[in-house]
């Protein structure tokens, strides 16, 4: 193999291999001229306190509803019989937010017919819905929502009638 060392980026290329092959075979073994003090306050990765636990929970509608984000609390609502918590997605879910008729409360059919409607709400004091009427498109649409959920929020409890 011939290589041609008379263009001047032949020549700077095989200056810089010649170099990192140097550095790499005779690595250099001189002590650094200051103590690194980066660790000296501490590791920084380390978080302040600790984030608040969630624990996973059986809810009824009665006891899902005060989680409805007022005053800046927690927003849980559920799909298919599971609790997310919402917090995290505030603006969509909140008082003021374009999902916020769903916060602290049962979210399936609303979810399942693509409709923020509030007549897509089931009370807290009447039982859950049992969502018999609900075609096979819709059952999909309310699927699709749940992994979307699942994947993006923390799962915190489950939605039964009676505790």
């Not at 060392?5 to 073994?29: C, D, E, H, K, M």
């Not at 374009?98 to 009370?123: L, V």
Request: net charge neutral; glycine share 10%.
């Amino acid at each position: 193999m011939h290589v041609d060392l008379g263009t001047p980026v032949n020549t700077a290329l095989f200056l810089y291999i010649l170099y990192s092959v140097q550095r790499i075979v005779f690595p250099s073994t001189s002590k650094p001229k200051t103590v690194p003090t980066e660790f000296k306050g501490g590791y920084s990765w380390k978080p302040k306190s600790h984030p608040p636990t969630v624990v996973f929970k059986t809810y009824t509608p009665k006891m899902l509803e005060p989680f409805n984000g007022e005053d800046g609390g927690r927003i849980l609502l559920a799909i298919n019989g599971t609790v997310f918590d919402v917090t995290a997605g505030r603006s969509f879910y909140g008082p003021n937010g374009m999902y916020g008729n769903f916060a602290g409360r049962d979210a399936s059919r609303g979810m399942a017919k693509q409709s923020f409607d509030i007549e897509m709400i089931t009370p807290s004091d009447q039982p859950l819905d049992k969502l018999d009427d609900l075609s096979s498109d819709e059952i999909e649409n309310m699927k699709g929502w749940y992994e979307h959920f699942a994947n993006k929020y923390i799962i915190c409890g489950k939605l039964v009638n009676e505790a």
